[in-house]
């Protein structure tokens, strides 16, 4: 039997999902929401035209049935829209970043806990086949330090350049980077982070951080530095840099692992695999098998890394290291 499934929030990147679920068998989009509705009828044309299409969530839950729900919200509309799907068994893919404060996060975490519904978030680098392999090679190296980097330009969307509204760049968009570093490197203990602004005077409406750097202590022992800029149109740093005695690794970001072992050429491994519908068919076939270990993050996971970044928001405020 085919899962169906609702969404709410029908913008960039749940089109980016339903590209990749409209191809798996399994599956009937059956529900679409948007405060722009014209946003959740254009889905409904595209995906599914007996699909129902809603303004208001709880109105979705309300009147359409569906065994899971996609929730790819800008980050400060996130209220009830887990917690109701959680609570009435209902399985949860929820978009980074899946808050803004740890409160909402917890209390989220415990429904599903408590429900036992299959949960996780849109970290899909966690899918990479180069991932796989950098994980691998670590297993064996122990690293002595990392630095990440997300460079780049401002993305479009209204709300990424309010800070009240996005979190900010280490919120929204290096998180992934964050993210990695944790999958990569393991827990968090220590954050402490400075940040730059005055070169996006020209962009009406913006507050949030030119540029950051926030250094990480892991509980291994590890240490090393995330940057983030979102005012460079030069993006020529994006992923993950590690330093073991005798070997190097460089992840470009959904990219390719080049790997230096000293004194030997370096070694380019290439990234093939569609990492993007890894992450959708793994949701699908983790609700199908009631198998939530067939996904690389849970919802609870995902909200270890979201204190990491709240952490370095509360740490570029004050000039105080925070402990997790
Ligand atoms: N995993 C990734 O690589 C990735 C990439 C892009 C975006 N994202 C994340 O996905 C989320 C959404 O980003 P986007 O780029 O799709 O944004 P978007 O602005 O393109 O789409 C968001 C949609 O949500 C709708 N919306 C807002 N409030 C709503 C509400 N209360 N109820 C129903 N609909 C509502 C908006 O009208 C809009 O259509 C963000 O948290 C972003 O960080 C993740």
């Not at 992840?251 to 959708?280: C, S």
């Amino acid at each position: 039997m085919a899962v169906r499934l609702g969404f709410i929030g029908c913008g960039g990147i749940a089109n980016w999902h339903m590209n990749h679920l409209a191809g798996l068998k399994n599956v009937e989009m059956v529900a679409f929401c948007d405060t722009d509705k014209q946003r959740a009828a254009g889905a409904a044309e595209k995906f599914n035209k007996d699909a129902k299409v809603f303004r208001d969530y709880k109105q979705m839950y309300k009147e359409a049935c569906f065994d899971a729900v996609y929730i790819c919200l800008p980050p400060f509309a996130h209220e009830e829209q887990e917690l109701i799907a959680a609570r009435n068994g209902i399985h949860l893919f929820v978009e980074k970043p899946i808050a803004l404060d740890m409160k909402l996060a917890k209390s989220v975490e415990r429904a599903i806990a408590k429900s036992g519904v299959i949960s996780t978030a849109g970290f899909q680098d966690r899918y990479l086949d180069t991932v796989a392999r950098l994980k691998k090679e670590l297993a064996s190296n122990q690293p002595g330090l990392m630095m990440g980097y997300w460079m780049g330009g401002m993305p479009g969307v209204y709300w990424w350049r309010r800070k009240e509204l996005s979190g900010g760049q280490a919120v929204e968009q290096t998180i992934h980077t964050f993210d990695m570093a944790r999958y990569l490197f393991g827990e968090v203990k220590l954050v402490h982070a400075v940040s730059s602004k005055g070169l996006m005077k020209d962009v009406p409406k913006y507050n949030v951080e030119d540029a950051s750097a926030v250094n990480l202590q892991f509980k291994s022992g590890l240490c090393g530095t995330i940057f983030s800029s979102c005012f460079a149109q030069v993006a020529n740093r994006n992923g993950i840099d590690v330093w073991c005695k005798e070997v190097a690794y460089s992840y470009h970001e959904r990219g390719a692992l080049t790997i230096m072992r000293a004194g030997k050429d370096p070694l380019v491994v290439e990234q093939k695999n569609d990492y993007g519908t890894a992450i959708d068919k793994a949701f699908i076939d983790a609700i199908v098998k009631g198998d939530q270990s067939l996904l690389r993050s849970s919802y609870a996971d995902a909200a270890k890394t979201l204190a990491v970044v709240l952490a370095a928001n509360e740490s570029m405020k004050t000039g105080q290291a925070v402990k997790l």
